[in-house]
Each structure stands twice: as C-alpha cells, then as structure tokens.
C-alpha cells in the first residue's frame, strides 16, 4: 500500500480532455457515468470498476464496467455494496479515511486478510479512490484486475485522482441540476395544470409571469401578458387599494399573505371575484407569486342558497300562518265585531230622545281601542309574512314572545291547551331582527300545539318562559306536554326536510335553527320532565354601550 | 207570571266584544247582563225574567255547544243566540238543532243580533207562559182523587162513559158524577178543552 502524489506533469493530458470534455458536454447523469467508467478502465488497465455513490441510506453501486475480449461495457445501476462485488473493507477504509488505497498485489501481500472477496478472487491490483467535492465526500471509484499485480502506476493514479474530483463535480451538479430540473416540472406542472390563476408580480404592479387560469379568469391573452398591458394595480378596483396597500407591510414582514377575498377587473370591464394567497420571493421582497381562485361560482351558488332558503323561509312562514288561519280570522274579527256593535250601539244612543251623549262618546271610545286593536293584529301579520332584509333592532324577547302569543291565543283555546308564561322580568335586551326571532317563536308554539293535538288524556299544558342564561345569554323555552321527542331522533328534527307531521315541510326548525346561529346564538331540544318536548333557544345579550 | 223586564245574558270572554254587545243591547233599552265565563253565568243570582242568552261558542274551558247541553241538563232554557269568529256549518246546524235561535257570525249587522235578541225574548215569554199554564194545570189535577185521575185518563182515551162503567164496574152514574167534579176542579168548559190540557200535562197517568 502506498499514498500516490503524482506531480501534474505526468497527467495524461488527452486522457483528461477527453474526460473535461465528457463532463462540460453532459449534462445527463447516465451519459456522464458511462463517459467516466469507460475512460477510467481503458486509462487505467482496469479489467473491472465500480462507481459507489454514497447515498442517505448509505453506499450504492451506481455504475459497472468491465471488459470484455478488449470490449468495455458498461452497465448502470443502483445495488448496495455487499462482500460479494468488491472488497468491502478496502471501501469501508477510502469511505472512512478519505484516502486512496492501492493494493498492488491485494493476494499476495496479503494487506486486508480478512477480507474474504480478495481471499477469495485472488485479487491481484485494486485501487480504490474517494470522490470527493468540495470536502464534501460523494463516492467512491473502485478498480481491480486480477490478472496482474501492481498494475495501477502512480501517474497513472494521478490521472485517475484529478478524473475522479472531476467526476464528483460533475456528478453532483447533475444531481442537483437534476433535482432542479425535476423541482422546475412540478412547479411547471403546478403552473400549467391551470386549476388555480397564478402570476409573478412587482410590488410596483407589472405581471411578469401569469398562467392561462390566471389569463381566463381576468380575461386577458398572452399577447397582453408579453406586451406589459397586464398591471395587478390597474386590475384592482379603486375600493380594494386602499387595502392592498395595508398588506403590504405584512407582506414585507412575514413573506406571505393569507388567501383573502378581493376583486379583480375583467378586461371587459366586469368584475370577478377572488381568493387570492401571496408570497414573495425569497431573494427579492418586490416580486412574488400569487395564487388566485374564482370565486365566482361559489359566490353564485352561494348566494342561491340564500335565496332558496329565504324562500322556503318565507314558505314555511306561510305554512306556519295557514295553519294558524282560523285564528288569525278570528283574532282580526273579533275587534271588528266589537265595533260593528259599538257603532250600531252609538248610532242608537245619539238617536234617542233624548240622545244620550254620554253613552254615545262611550261607544265611540270602544270603537277607537277596537280599531287600534285590529289594526295591531293586522300589523303583526304583514310584518310576519312580508318580504323583508334581516334587521338589527334591539328586540325585547318578552314582548315579542306576548305579541306572538297574542296571535296564537284562539288556536290555543280552540285545543283546550293551558298557557303558561314565567317572562323573567329583567331580562336583557338582545340584538337582532325582531320579526324573524319572533317567527321562531311562532313556529316552536305552533309546533307545541300540534305535538298535543292528538288527545291522551293528559292535560294539555304549554309554558312559555324566558330567563337570563348566563352574563351573556338569554334562554328562551317553549315545553309542551305532547309525546316528547325521541332522542335517538333529536338532531335529525333540525335537518330539513325531516319532518313527523304529515303535511310538514321538514323546514321550519331547520330554518329556525340556522336563524338563530345567525343571531350567534343556539336552538335545541330536550324533554320537558317525564311528558313532552322542550324547545329552548338562547341568544346573545347587547353589550351595554 | 213574572212581570220584570226581559234581561239579555251575555257570556263573551273577549272583553271588547262583551262591552259592545251589552251596550248594544242597553241602547235598545233591554237590560244586558255580561259575564265572562260560563261558570260566573251559572253562579250568578238570576231574576224570573224573560230573556235570551247571547253566547260566543270558543269559550275558555268549555265549548259554547256543550255548554248549551249542560244548561239543558241543569234545567235552564233560555233561548241561545250563538256569535261565533269563525263558525262552519256543521256547527251551526248542531247549534240550531240544540234549540239555538240564531247563529251569527263576526262581524254581524247589529239589527240581526237584536232581532235574534227579541225572537229570543220573544220566544222565552211563550215558553214561560207555556211553562205557567202547566204549572196550573198540575196544580189542578193534584186535586183529583185516585178514582177522578182513572176516570180522566179513560175520557182522554175516547171511551164513553158506558165502557167506562163497565171498565171500572160501577155504575154510570157514578162516573157521570166523577165526571162533573173532574171538569169543574179542572176548570174545563168541554171535553174537547180537557183533552188539551191533557195534551199539555202529557198523558197524565191513571
């Protein structure tokens, strides 16, 4: 064994031009493998050589060449180092030491004994040299020949060491030029794939880069993108500068923006609306990329679902009212009736001889109130069936729960059902639309009415109360002394279109539910004591101003 | 026979509706009592007056229907005149087949309510002196020996005073004598009158 420093003059000179120009011309890691192998044998007198290349999960045979009736072929491949291809321990030592090792008559001389692939080939000449990069260790290239001893020369060795640290060069920036190459088509794939508009921008407002999602969504062309004509300032409406220009200095800080909503400028003029997430280059805080999505779809569809459930709202209102009709007739005639009477009562007391003034303006002071009555009635119903945007009014949940009542009064007569109300008289204002909490109500009595429809025997018994929940809640309760709700069934009753009455719709406690969600408060279900069902909801108090 | 003005009975339990009914009722000069419920009406200390009753048939507790059959059972029978928010027919029906007078729904013209109210009164007058005239009748024929009752219920049933005799095996005479003392308690001016007083006690038995 011996550590060869050959002087540079003894290199072969061709032998590495032959190699540079192997390396500089291929790029391709195979090619340049094959270059490698093929040159090293035929340089070196080698009748065999593997190249190991050291891996994570540690030494791999990457490439084999061997000659054959004065042929050389070389064979790439990727197998782990075992006894059997190489002197293992002669390996381990160049791996471990960094050094080269030439065993000039391995057999003979009997340098590593116990290895059992030179006891066993009878390896003559082996030469074994680290690659290495930038005092980075990379692999291995390891030469034998059998037939003669000492056949790697010491110049030849030197050839050998400058091609090998050529080699490791080369090997590893076409790995990473590889591992570029393979990073550029996923981002290419991401780019083109098209599933979301990405584009390159200056902070000052150019669009270097963008894809054809990007182009579709904002309809523009190439032509446009290649021309400059595309500008992410000018796309954006004058309402959502203001606050791209607030990101900014989040953006400078963290690198990122978190996908938000704004809206862009169709070049036709519209408008299309966006989630978009950003992200600045690493190198260069001024451009970045961006990830757009249309939203467009998702705002329609959106919005239809709002419509559709405003209508089945409204419908269920309806429902909710027509079963409540021959009350409402009721609640709206009987003021009329009273003053039907009290004028035909009046008129008789002015015509009197003498006329009786007095029980006259009594008559008309009747009719007055009634008047007022009927027109209170008539008013809570349009606002219950109208039409109308959701509102934030301050809402005073026990007078709304006696407005209600007051409108369900005949029907509860009608089914024999005893009302009870325990309105706590502290409560808290809530914030919220009135009308649409109070049709929950209406829709939860109409519900306890009809779950005591069916006669058994028991008295008829519905309680009404609200009370304060917490420091931040009211809770409001319907209990009715009906059947009760089965709970293996309690959270299917809030799904729409679920429904246990034969000519319900399944929507109203859905609808009532996510009204009350909205209002950030709860609805729910439980028993009322051993009969019935309780209903409760609570909403969220007004913060005092 | 009771001589106190007629009394119009008013059982609404919508206050309004109550008020604007009896003032109705006192503009045309008839005396309106009003109560809420049925239980203050059967409560309340009545005067042997003609008069109706003017009843809302959704009544808490009660509906006016049944509340018409449990006056009939506790032997009050005032004629009824139904108001109703929102009566069907097959209510009314039963309401009128039950003795109702008039069954009014809301609004109603005042005129219908208090020409129901007069029938009403109208028709409890006759009622009541119908009532009186029997209560008479009773009177009288609690006056009739064993033998006077056996002897009226054969006259009713057509027989001559022959098959009489011969029925009761005494002599015809003697049942000419029962006879004259028959008619003469019983104030008949003829047989044809006695027969309907029968008519009216129904069928009093021998």
């Not at chain 1, 900014?248 to 408008?271: H, M, N, V």
């Not at chain 1, 059902?417 to 808290?428: Q, R």
């Not at chain 2, 208090?114 to 006056?143: K, P």
Request: glycine share 6%.
């Amino acid at each position: 064994m011996s550590m060869i420093a050959a002087p540079l003059e003894h290199l072969d000179l061709a032998t590495v031009l032959k190699v540079s120009q192997a390396v500089s011309g291929e790029m391709a890691l195979e090619k340049l493998l094959d270059t490698l192998m093929r040159t090293a044998v035929e340089h070196a007198g080698a009748q065999r050589a593997l190249l190991i290349l050291v891996r994570e999960a540690g030494p791999r045979i990457a490439a084999e060449a061997t000659t054959s009736n004065g042929m050389v072929v070389v064979r790439l491949c990727d197998e782990p180092v075992t006894g059997s291809l190489l002197a293992e321990t002669v390996l381990r030592h160049v791996l471990c030491t960094r050094e080269n090792v030439i065993l000039d008559d391995a057999s003979a001389l009997n340098a590593f004994p116990t290895d059992p692939y030179i006891a066993r080939r009878l390896t003559r000449s082996v030469f074994c040299l680290p690659l290495m990069n930038q005092a980075k260790l990379i692999g291995a290239l390891y030469l034998e020949n059998n037939l003669a001893p000492g056949v790697f020369a010491a110049a030849r060795t030197a050839v050998l060491k400058l091609l090998a640290s050529q080699a490791a060069i080369s090997i590893e920036n076409s790995r990473l030029y590889r591992n570029l190459a393979e990073r550029e088509a996923r981002i290419r794939r991401l780019v083109d794939a098209n599933i979301v508009g990405i584009f390159v921008w200056e902070l000052e407002g150019r669009i270097i880069e963008a894809n054809d999602a990007f182009l579709a969504m904002v309809g523009y062309d190439r032509e446009d993108l290649v021309a400059s004509r595309l500008r992410w300032t000018e796309l954006t409406p004058p309402e959502w500068r203001d606050r791209d220009k607030q990101l900014i200095p989040e953006l400078a800080k963290s690198g990122t923006l978190q996908p938000f909503e704004k809206e862009y400028f169709r070049k036709d003029g519209s408008r299309v609306p966006v989630l978009i997430g950003v992200a600045a280059f690493e190198e260069n805080v001024n451009q970045g990329v961006a990830f757009v999505l249309d939203l467009t779809e998702r705002k329609r569809a959106a919005e239809a679902l709002r419509e559709a459930q405003g209508a089945l709202a409204r419908a269920n209102r309806a429902t909710t009212l027509g079963m409540l009709g021959a009350s409402i007739v009721h609640e709206v005639n009987q003021p009329l009736g009273a003053i039907a009477a009290s004028a035909a009562a009046g008129s008789r007391w002015l015509s009197a001889q003498p006329p009786d003034l007095d029980k006259a303006q009594r008559s008309l002071e009747r009719i007055i109130n009634d008047s007022r009555r009927a027109s209170a009635v008539v008013g809570r119903l349009r606002a219950l069936v109208k039409r109308q945007e959701p509102r934030k009014d301050r809402v005073d949940l026990n007078e709304a729960i006696l407005e209600v009542l007051a409108l369900t009064d005949d029907e509860v007569r009608r089914h024999d059902i005893l009302v009870e109300t325990s309105l706590a008289a502290d409560l808290p204002t809530v914030e919220g639309d009135r009308i649409q909490i109070q049709q929950i109500v209406l829709n939860l009595v109409v519900n306890a009415i009809e779950a005591m429809s069916a006669p058994d025997g028991r008295r008829r018994q519905l309680a009404i109360g609200s009370a304060r929940e917490d420091t931040n809640a009211v809770r409001v309760e319907v209990r009715d002394s009906g059947p009760g709700v089965d709970p293996s069934h309690a959270d299917r009753l809030f799904e729409a279109f679920y429904t246990t009455k034969a000519e319900g719709m399944g929507m109203g406690l859905c609808i009532s539910r996510a009204i009350i969600e909205a209002h950030g408060g709860r609805l729910w279900v439980g028993p009322n004591g051993s009969h019935g069902a309780a209903f409760c909801f609570s909403l969220p108090v007004l913060a005092a101003p | 026979m009771a001589a106190e003005r007629p009394v119009v009975f008013v059982i609404d339990d919508d206050p309004s509706m109550r008020h604007a009914v009896e003032d109705l009722v006192a503009s045309v000069g008839l005396e309106p009592r009003v109560f809420a419920t049925p239980q203050e009406f059967l409560q309340a200390k009545r005067a042997d007056a003609p008069g109706c009753l003017v009843l809302d048939v959704r009544l808490p507790g009660a509906s006016g229907l049944a509340f018409q059959q449990e006056l009939a059972r506790a032997g009050i029978h005032f004629p009824v005149i139904f108001i109703t928010g929102h009566g069907d027919i097959p209510m009314s029906v039963r309401a009128i087949k039950a003795g109702a007078v008039e069954f009014l729904s809301k609004p109603f013209r005042d005129q219908e309510l208090l020409d129901a109210i007069h029938a009403g009164i109208e028709r409890d007058r006759v009622q009541r002196q119908a009532a009186a005239a029997i209560a008479e009748l009773q009177q009288r024929f609690a006056t009739l020996t064993e033998r006077e009752r056996e002897i009226m219920a054969l006259v009713l049933a057509g027989h001559a005073n022959k098959r009489i005799a011969a029925k009761l095996g005494v002599a015809e005479g003697t049942v000419k004598v029962h006879r004259g003392q028959i008619m003469r308690k019983m104030l008949a001016q003829s047989v044809q009158e006695l027969v309907r007083m029968g008519d009216m006690l129904g069928k009093p038995k021998s």
